[in-house]
């Protein structure tokens, strides 16, 4: 199980940026649906398992399996590139840009939606034998998810938002670890492991992920929920979209490579300047004793 160092992981790092920053209009807009696509079905999944097996954990030990079929194919989140293709600008890769930067984040948007409201769709009908019964008890419950997190902040006003946003910026501190830790091994089973801890935490501890709630507000409001386009837009899916571009670029991103792309002069060879500039005087001074000694 090769381990790629630090210093290495972050070159491997901005090289993906970059990439994404020129990759092709085409090419980006599959990748985001399908990786959208993938992602939200695991949701789907553990929510599932959460409900039917009445137990929270188990559901969120399972749901990490989407994040990694959809990384190990090459797809792409939002919620990664927010991470990636500003390091690519940020580091004077030729030709990679601002707008550049900006174009790959809006064409992963629009396909992650995309991915996300056809996965709502198709499980909307599968909860309802296609919208001719009430939904089951997981569809019940996925429209309570989306009351909770619209409504349910909106009733606690600003302090309410405060923790939309924090948990927004938590989410992609893990899911930004878990897409880089994809890049610290060359094994299949090295990147798995790598990957699913991060993500567990991430959806076991309730954090806001943008594209997760692409599926779970739109689904909500198909099989029922009692809430709006307009709350879900307001008091979740904006929000949680800055929080977590705050919280995987600011935590993830930055700060390694703040540490192992630029890493800072080590305080080694400070110390060994010092004592080399300490030694010089002395010796002056040896050798102007000796020569008054003669």
């Known amino acids: 199980m090769?381990?790629?160092?630090?210093?290495?992981?972050?070159?491997?790092?901005?090289?993906a940026g970059e990439a994404k920053v020129?990759?092709?209009?085409?090419?980006?807009?599959?990748?985001?649906?399908?990786g959208a696509a993938l992602l939200t079905i695991a949701a789907a999944f553990a929510v599932t398992v959460s409900v039917r097996a009445e137990n929270p954990l188990l559901g969120a030990v399972l749901f990490p399996v989407g994040f990694c079929m959809l990384y190990l194919l090459g797809y792409d989140l939002l919620t990664g590139v927010f991470t990636l293709a500003p390091?690519?600008?940020?580091?004077?890769?030729p030709g990679v840009t601002i707008r550049g930067v900006l174009r790959n984040w809006g064409l992963v948007f629009v396909g992650n939606f995309a991915g996300a409201f056809t996965v709502a769709v198709l499980m909307a009908i599968y909860f309802t034998y296609?919208?001719?019964v009430e939904p089951d008890a997981v569809g019940q419950a996925i429209g309570v998810i989306g009351e909770g997190r619209t409504v349910g902040y909106a009733d606690h006003g600003a302090a309410g938002m405060l923790t939309l946003f924090v948990r927004a910026v938590l989410c992609n501190w893990m899911v930004s670890t878990g897409v880089v830790?994809?890049?610290?091994?060359?094994s299949v089973w090295g990147k798995i492991v790598s990957m699913w801890m991060p993500i567990m935490l991430f959806?076991?501890?309730?954090?806001?992920?943008?594209?997760?709630?692409?599926?779970?507000?739109?689904?909500?409001?198909?099989?029922?929920?009692?809430?709006?386009?307009?709350?879900?837009?307001?008091w979740n899916e904006i929000p949680t979209v800055i929080g977590n571009l705050v919280g995987g670029l600011t935590f993830v991103g930055l700060m390694l490579y703040a540490t192992h792309g630029k890493t800072a002069p080590s305080r080694r060879a400070a110390a060994a300047a010092g004592a080399a500039d300490a030694e010089a005087p002395a010796e002056e001074t040896k050798d102007l004793v000796s020569a008054e000694s003669r």
């Not at 390091?87 to 890769?93: G, Q, S, T, V």
């Not at 830790?181 to 060359?186: G, N, P």
Request: avoid cysteine; hydrophobic fraction near 50%; charged fraction near 20%.
């Open 2 to 15: 090769p381990y790629v160092k630090p210093k290495d992981l972050v070159t491997r790092m901005i090289d």
């Open 22 to 34: 020129f990759m092709s209009t085409r090419d980006t807009l599959i990748r985001s649906y399908m």
């Open 87 to 93: 390091l690519a600008w940020l580091d004077k890769r």
């Open 130 to 132: 296609g919208f001719s």
């Open 181 to 186: 830790l994809a890049m610290v091994s060359e």
């Open 203 to 234: 959806f076991y501890m309730g954090f806001e992920h943008s594209i997760v709630n692409m599926f779970l507000f739109p689904s909500g409001l198909l099989l029922g929920g009692d809430f709006t386009i307009m709350d879900y837009l307001v």
